[in-house]
């Protein structure tokens, strides 16, 4: 069975200053694992994904994420947040290729950009 | 090339009624998944329909079924309405033959149960 765990359900964070959303894994083989973005009344927007091959991966608006097995964790981050980063992001799981299976999502984080 | 879309937007029901929600995949995808999110929470898995037909479920009870049509869009059903079942329910597509690539989510219809 797959579990995502995202600590922090709530991350303030200063504009200009470095994001970091923790999300860690659980999953009994090798996962697939993303992270999306959601803006208010909105559905989710993909940002990144890890499927096999390079653990640090780079997706939209400057964000990237590295996979690490040894700590099952795939956290993201931002060298600097911008005003328009604050949102609600989720990271998710999957078993198998995600065009053919379901995906387990965490209860996600909220990211509040100060000015 | 459009994306994934849904319909109604929104929509309000009261208890005990029956719902019919929408979702036409992105062009080019096959694979139709549904998801319920509650309020705060993130979504969780209701099922997925490939070939017109549900091909995994996740823990919804029965009063929750779907249909995908010849075209690949779908359909989600919820019958006998209760308050719980408020949340906003995501479509999301995807294609079989490209198996590493993402779903494509759309942006929802917002369920209310007075």
């Known amino acids: 069975a797959q579990s995502v765990t995202q600590l922090g359900s709530h991350v303030s964070v200063s504009e200009g200053a470095l994001v970091l959303l923790r999300c860690n894994y659980s999953s009994s083989v090798p996962p697939y694992l993303f992270w999306y973005v959601q803006y208010p009344n909105q559905g989710l927007q993909l940002l990144l994904k890890?499927?096999?091959?390079?653990?640090l991966v780079k997706g939209i608006n400057g964000f990237e994420a590295e996979f690490k097995k040894s700590e099952t964790s795939f956290h993201l981050t931002k060298p600097s947040a911008h005003m328009s980063d604050a949102a609600e992001y989720f990271c998710?799981?999957?078993?198998?290729?995600?065009?053919?299976?379901?995906?387990?999502f965490g209860t996600g984080t909220r990211l509040k950009v100060l000015a | 090339d459009a994306g994934v879309t849904q319909s109604p937007t929104h929509l309000i029901k009261t208890r005990g009624q029956q719902v019919t929600l929408r979702c036409s995949p992105k062009s080019g995808h096959d694979t139709v998944s549904w998801y319920q999110q509650a309020l705060g929470q993130g979504p969780q898995f209701i099922f997925q329909?490939?070939?017109?037909?549900?091909?995994q479920r996740g823990n919804f009870p029965d009063r929750f079924s779907g249909h995908q049509f010849p075209n690949y869009s779908s359909e989600l059903n919820v019958n006998a309405l209760l308050l719980g079942d408020s949340a906003l329910y995501l479509c999301?597509?995807?294609?079989?033959?490209?198996?590493?690539?993402?779903?494509?989510f759309g942006d929802g219809t917002r369920l209310s149960i007075l």
């Open positions: 890890y499927t096999t091959g390079a653990t």
């Open positions: 998710a799981v999957s078993a198998l290729p995600p065009g053919t299976y379901k995906y387990i």
């Open positions: 329909y490939y070939e017109e037909e549900e091909r």
């Open positions: 999301a597509s995807s294609f079989q033959g490209a198996g590493n690539q993402p779903q494509h």
